[in-house]
């Protein structure tokens, strides 16, 4: 099967290692190695990781002044708006996504390929998949990661909310089947829709081949850090509030004097993590607090290697929509998670089994149930197995499989954007 995979969103470099940009290259590959022919059309090409197995069209988000002034016109926005970053943004992702069908039918025709597939990952301000599978004539399915207008009012700041939710009907309506990564993913979607039909929760998958446990990648690593077989409580992720790095500092901080050789290695960015660095070294354990910083994805296997066991430890939220590939990746890498009993969480962690769940917030539950896994490192050890095999099924090929079974049979009705 031929498949034209959509990525449209301008904050997302394939080549790049955001989580987002993985799950783009994970699944590409997947579908690849499952025998399919993909053509990627992405706005925003990035560096950092070897391209995916698919033709690459890169689309440029970026539209003329002319362009842009149209764009602020037909919003019936004074000419003056333009000076408002966001609105300037969002004026530049509508423009952009008028412009992707007739850029996209020009490539493809030059190059002879007739997608038999659309798949799309929903992007803020995007519909054009719609068009462009009605162009062909071909199925529609469509990828939803998060509540995007929610994420960017809340987060970012949204100037044109009802741009963003005519797009975002368009987007969902015009869906043969919508993959949504979480059971609250896809409840906003039947919210939107005003139905549940066609809506199939599958969550993140996980690359086996890499991130299966590479001992002698975790020593010449400990060695490297100076950590010996010191235990080492891990974290990889997003040093953003609501991921709870400072709480895990904190719990850290507390387990010391029961288990005075531990160390917290926390890898990854964010708008917190100077703040961490700063308490940590307030705390006086600078030495024993590891930020690496940013690390390339194909170093992460190794980094996880190196660590006794792993916390995700999202702080409270209303609405967990997450489905994590961290800690998919952290149970390949056989080490048991430590994660709040929330959302898609509950149903990957088997507490007990192969990580540790706790009330979501609860300091003192966290704080146990990491000091539970230290005080026993057998235990510590059966768990991370178990981990190792609940993972083997999330492989992302299964993940992908699964995904593109849902394709529909018979050839879909002609779609169109008012």
Aim: proline share 8%.
């Amino acid at each position: 099967m031929k498949i034209l995979y959509l990525n449209l969103d301008r904050g997302i470099p394939v080549l790049g290692d955001k989580g987002a940009s993985v799950h783009v290259r994970s699944f590409i590959s997947a579908a690849a190695a499952l025998g399919h022919e993909v053509l990627l059309a992405c706005a925003t090409l990035g560096e950092g990781n070897p391209p995916p197995p698919a033709r690459l069209l890169h689309i440029s988000g970026k539209p003329s002044s002319a362009r842009l002034a149209a764009e602020c016109a037909a919003a019936e926005l004074p000419p003056c708006a333009l000076e408002d970053p966001i609105i300037s943004r969002e004026l530049a992702s509508l423009a952009h996504d008028l412009s992707v069908p007739e850029k996209i039918h020009e490539a493809l025709a030059a190059i002879n390929f007739v997608p038999d597939l659309i798949y799309e990952r929903h992007a803020l301000f995007h519909c054009a998949g719609v068009d462009i599978a009605a162009h062909y004539n071909v199925p529609r399915l469509l990828e939803i990661n998060a509540p995007l207008i929610h994420e960017q009012r809340t987060f970012r700041g949204l100037r044109l909310e009802a741009q963003a939710k005519r797009t975002e009907h368009a987007s969902y309506h015009g869906a043969d089947a919508i993959i949504a990564v979480s059971g609250a993913v896809a409840e906003h979607a039947a919210a939107v829709l005003g139905h549940s039909r066609n809506i199939h929760v599958v969550p993140n998958g996980v690359d086996l081949t890499s991130f299966t446990e590479d001992a002698a990648a975790g020593i010449a690593l400990r060695q490297r850090l100076g950590l010996g077989a010191d235990p080492v409580i891990g974290f990889i992720g997003s040093f953003k509030p609501w991921h709870g790095v400072s709480f895990l500092l904190d719990i850290f901080a507390d387990l010391l004097p029961r288990f005075p050789d531990l160390h917290l290695l926390a890898a990854g960015e964010g708008p917190e993590r100077e703040a961490v660095q700063a308490r940590a070294a307030a705390l006086g354990l600078s030495t024993r607090v590891i930020l690496p910083g940013r690390l390339p994805h194909s170093e992460i296997p190794a980094w996880l290697s190196a660590m006794t066991l792993t916390a995700a430890p999202y702080l409270p939220q209303p609405d967990f929509y997450f489905s994590p590939m961290k800690i998919v990746e952290s149970l390949a890498a056989a080490r048991p998670v430590v994660a709040p009993d929330i959302g898609e969480i509950s149903t990957v962690i088997r507490h007990g089994q192969n990580g540790m769940l706790y009330p979501p917030g609860d300091a003192a539950q966290c704080r146990a149930a990491i000091a539970s896994l230290l005080a026993t490192p057998a235990a510590c050890t059966a768990m991370g197995a178990a981990a190792a095999r609940d993972a083997a099924q999330l492989g992302w090929e299964a993940v992908v499989g699964r995904i593109l079974g849902l394709v529909p049979a018979s050839t879909p009705a002609q779609l169109s954007v008012a």
